[in-house]
C-alpha cells in the first residue's frame, strides 16, 4: 500500500463503491466524496434527534445493544476516539478499544489479521484511524459481510464523520448552505478535514469555499473540489464569510519542516484574529475541529468568544457518530439471529 495519488484516485472510486449497499443504504463510511445529499441531510437530521441541552441527561438508546463496536487507532486522538466511544456506550453497545501500543500490529501482525482476528470475535463495527491512504476502504474490502468500517481519519485524505459534525453546526447556526461563505484557513495541503468538510459543503450547495494557506502548504491540483478557491490573503479570504475554521499545521505529515513559515511567521500572517472578524459577515461563526493551537492559527480570546462554536462541534461530534453507527447498523440487521 502506498500514500500516492494514483493509489488515492483508485482508493476514491472504490470508497465510493463500497460505501453503500444494494438498496443506496449507508453500508460503511468512507468518505464524503459523492456521499449524496439525501444521506448527507438523513444523518444530520437523526443526529438532532441525539442532541439534548448541556446540564440534561445525554440521549441514550437501545440501538445498539447485543452489538460490539471496536476502535483501531494508528494515529493519535482525543475527540474522536472517545465521542466514537460515547456514541456506542449511549446507544447500548460493547465497546473495545483496542491499544495500539500494545496491539499485534507492533509486533508484526498484518493489518488484515488484526482486522480477522476482530471479525472472529463478532466485532460489528470497525472504526479505523490511520496516516496511510487506503486503509478503511482496503479493510471494508476484505472484512466480512457482517461487518461495517467507519473511517475516523485517513491520512490527508478523508475524516467524514469530522465534516458531518460541522455541517451539523453550521446548520445549526446557518439554516441555508445555498447562501453559504466559508472560509477555511491553515495547512489545506495535509488537511483531511478541510478535504472531507469542503466536499460536503459543495454536496449541500454551498456556492463559495475559500480555501487559504500560506504558499508553501498550497494543495495539489485536483485533490480537492474544483469548486473551492485558493488564496493565500486572509483579509480577502475572510471578507463577508459565514463560516470561519482555522486548521492546525500538520508538521506529522510534513517532511520538511523548514519549508513552512516560522510559528510567529505564521500568528502573524495565517493566525485568525479578533480583529479580523468585522471583515467576516456580522453573525459570522469561527470554528475548529480541534486540537486547536491558541496563538498559533486562533487568537485564544477568539476562540472563547461568542463567535466561537468549537464546544457545540464536540458536542455534535458525540450526535452525528450517533447516527452514523444507527445507521450501519441497520444495514447490517439481517444478522439479528447472529
Ligand atoms: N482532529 C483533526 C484530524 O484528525 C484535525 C487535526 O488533527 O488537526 O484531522
Known sequence: MSGTRSFLIASTAEQTDLQLDSQGNLRHLLTMHNLEQQHITMLLDKAETYLSDIGKKPVRST?????????????????????????????????????????????????????????????DVLIVRDAQTGVPAYIANHANEFISVLNAGESTIAHPTQALLDLLTIRQQKKDFEKLT????????????????????????????????????????????????????????????????????QRERIENL????????????????????????????VMHPGPMNRGIEIESKLADSAASVIQEQVKNGVAVRMAVLAAVIKSLNYKDSK
Do not use: W
Not at 459543503?201 to 487559504?212: Q, W
Open 63 to 123: 440501538t445498539l445493544q447485543g452489538r460490539t463496536v471496536a476502535s483501531l487507532f494508528f494515529e493519535p486522538s482525543t475527540r474522536t476516539r472517545t465521542s466514537f466511544e460515547l456514541a456506542a456506550h449511549r446507544l447500548g453497545a460493547d465497546f473495545l478499544n483496542l491499544n495500539v501500543n500494545t496491539s499485534s500490529r507492533r509486533k508484526g501482525e498484518s493489518l488484515l489479521d488484526t482486522v480477522y482476528t476482530l471479525q472472529a470475535m463478532q466485532v
Open 258 to 285: 523548514a519549508d513552512i513559515p516560522t510559528v510567529d511567521q505564521y500568528y502573524a500572517n495565517y493566525g485568525l484574529k479578533s480583529s479580523h472578524m468585522s471583515l467576516a459577515a456580522p453573525d459570522a461563526i
Open 182 to 249: 466559508v472560509a477555511i484557513i491553515g495547512d489545506i495541503k495535509h488537511s483531511r478535514v478541510a478535504r472531507s468538510t469542503s466536499e460536503a459543503l459543495v454536496t449541500m450547495g454551498a456556492p463559495d469555499i475559500r480555501l487559504i494557506c500560506p504558499e508553501s502548504l498550497t494543495p495539489e491540483k485536483g485533490t480537492l473540489p474544483s469548486q473551492a478557491k485558493i488564496l493565500h490573503n486572509v483579509r480577502d479570504g475572510i471578507s463577508n464569510a459565514d463560516v470561519i475554521m482555522p486548521l492546525r499545521i
